[in-house]
């Protein structure tokens, strides 16, 4: 019994340490996040729920999200930080993202149209159930540039929202350059599912993991109007 004790109590000790150093960091993450909501709250006060998603290296392909939801005027935590993928190349500075450039908007953005394969989705925002016809143009000279289109198409490029994997699964538009569109500035920036169990990087898209992803459908509610917030931690502190 002693042995057993001995050799225990090594791996407890760590156990408690690395929860400790998993507790900091998670705070660590939260409080950037509120800092984030508070430097952009001009933005922000038309809406009561916020997803921020942010990394410390531009250029990284990994990112963290953070939900919040604001009550009597103040924005709280409502998660631990989610894991999250943003674009192969990271964030483009504000006004700096191109077509095809393999990297994530920055800025402030409504969470628009929801694309779901299933007919029942454990959710109270309104979606359309994707079939083969829907698609979403990225051919720049397409008068249907950025927008989706279900049937024909004179499109000479697009993306097809219902795939045979799973990424499209649940599919939400990020309204970046949507109103108005403007030609070669990014099309197709959804929130959609990650390949496996770890969100990959991106075409320039938000990805998080299944699990994930039900929670925050769970939880979005129109009447707020879920909204998302992302980019460099750097320079989301820097915006006015």
């Not at 057993?4 to 950037?32: D, Q, T």
């Not at 038309?46 to 103040?74: C, D, G, H, Y």
């Not at 197709?188 to 990650?194: D, P, Q, T, Y």
Request: proline share 5%; hydrophobic share 40%.
């Amino acid at each position: 019994m002693r042995l057993l004790f001995i050799l225990l109590v090594p791996c407890l000790l760590v156990c408690i340490i690395n929860k400790s150093a998993k507790c900091k960091e998670h705070c660590a993450h939260e409080k950037k996040a509120l800092r984030i909501a508070k430097k952009n709250a001009v933005l922000l006060d038309s809406i009561n729920q916020l997803l921020v998603v942010f990394n410390e290296i531009p250029e990284s392909s990994s990112a963290v999200l953070i939900a919040m939801e604001k009550r009597n005027k103040v924005w709280r935590i409502v998660s631990a930080p989610i894991a999250a993928g943003v674009g192969r190349k990271g964030f483009a500075g504000p006004g700096a993202k191109r077509e095809g450039d393999q990297q994530t908007p920055t800025g402030f953005f409504r969470l628009g149209q929801l694309f779901c394969y299933e007919k029942d989705v454990k959710t109270r925002m309104p979606f359309i159930q994707t079939t083969a016809d829907d698609k979403w143009i990225d051919d720049t000279n397409s008068i249907d540039y950025n927008r989706h289109v279900r049937g024909e198409t004179q499109a000479k490029s697009y993306e097809k929202l219902k795939i045979r994997s799973d990424e499209y699964k649940y599919c939400m538009v990020i309204e970046y350059n949507t109103h108005p569109v403007v030609k070669d500035m990014g099309s197709a920036i959804f929130l959609h599912l990650s390949e496996g169990e770890k969100p990959n990087p991106s075409a320039g898209c938000v990805v998080v993991t299944h699990g994930d992803m039900e929670w925050l459908l769970s939880w979005m509610n129109p009447e707020s109007k879920p909204s998302i917030l992302m980019g460099n931690n750097k320079v989301l502190m820097s915006e006015n």
